[in-house]
């Protein structure tokens, strides 16, 4: 299995709804991250999960709060988000012991609107 | 924090070769230089990676100087379904893990047939 799996692909929530998004991966990778992406622009990095450990969190608002079960999952937790956050939020994952030659494989995305 | 220049936009015709050039003038001494691309809708996916001078795979060659402070991938006959953005990554020279990968501008290339 080389795939990282993301659902939902879609979700519409309003701003005071509880949500969640799940990141799926069975190729053995330790290290899983969250980016966030809005139309045009680059992928921007929210959250490093690496061994199951909270490494790196790129200042993200405490809205959104990611949590890694065990080494193949992770979840992203929405609560009272703003119109401003709908994105695509994409998942991925990397082997995360080879320093400097890490690559990323990348889920779909969760296409996330706001009302 | 390492950071990556390439250009905003490419044009292309259908059977031409594609030379995208990235600056990364503060890469760490262990890291490598990793491609992806990425097309509207999808996650971005992995091109080429390599450490120096060349590298090359099925879909792309990567050249690398030896001073490390740019690299260029080179798609040969490119087609129409080669319109994406493509991005060059490196990590964080000051993070030891080498998991903090944050992606440039990335360059949009068109194909026109």
């Known amino acids: 299995d080389t795939e990282v799996t993301q659902t939902p692909k879609h979700l519409v929530m309003g701003m005071t709804n509880k949500k969640s998004l799940k990141c799926e991966q069975h190729m053995g990778h330790r290290a899983m991250y969250w980016y966030k992406q809005k139309a045009k622009k680059p992928p921007e990095l929210m959250f490093v999960y690496s061994y199951e450990k909270l490494s790196i969190n790129e200042s993200v608002p405490s809205r959104f709060s990611p949590e890694c079960p065990n080494s193949s999952l992770l979840n992203l937790h929405l609560h009272a988000l703003q119109p401003e956050d709908s994105a695509l939020y994409l998942c991925?994952?990397?082997?995360?012991?080879?320093?400097?030659?890490?690559?990323?494989?990348f889920g779909a995305g969760s296409r996330l609107t706001v009302l | 924090l390492a950071k990556t220049t390439q250009p905003i936009s490419m044009d292309s015709y259908e059977g031409q070769e594609v030379n995208i050039t990235c600056s990364h003038n503060?890469?760490?001494?262990?890291?490598?230089i990793t491609w992806y691309q990425q097309f509207p809708s999808q996650g971005p996916r992995f091109i080429i990676q390599g450490y120096k001078t060349k590298v090359t795979n099925e879909v792309a060659s990567l050249f690398i100087p030896a001073d490390r402070k740019s690299s260029t991938l080179s798609l040969p006959r490119v087609s129409l379904s080669d319109t994406a953005v493509y991005y060059c990554l490196v990590g964080d020279p000051q993070n030891n893990a080498g998991n903090m990968l944050t992606f440039g501008g990335g360059t949009r290339l068109m194909v026109k047939p």
């Open positions: 503060n890469i760490a001494t262990n890291d490598y």
């Open positions: 991925a994952s990397s082997q995360g012991d080879i320093r400097g030659a890490n690559v990323l494989t």
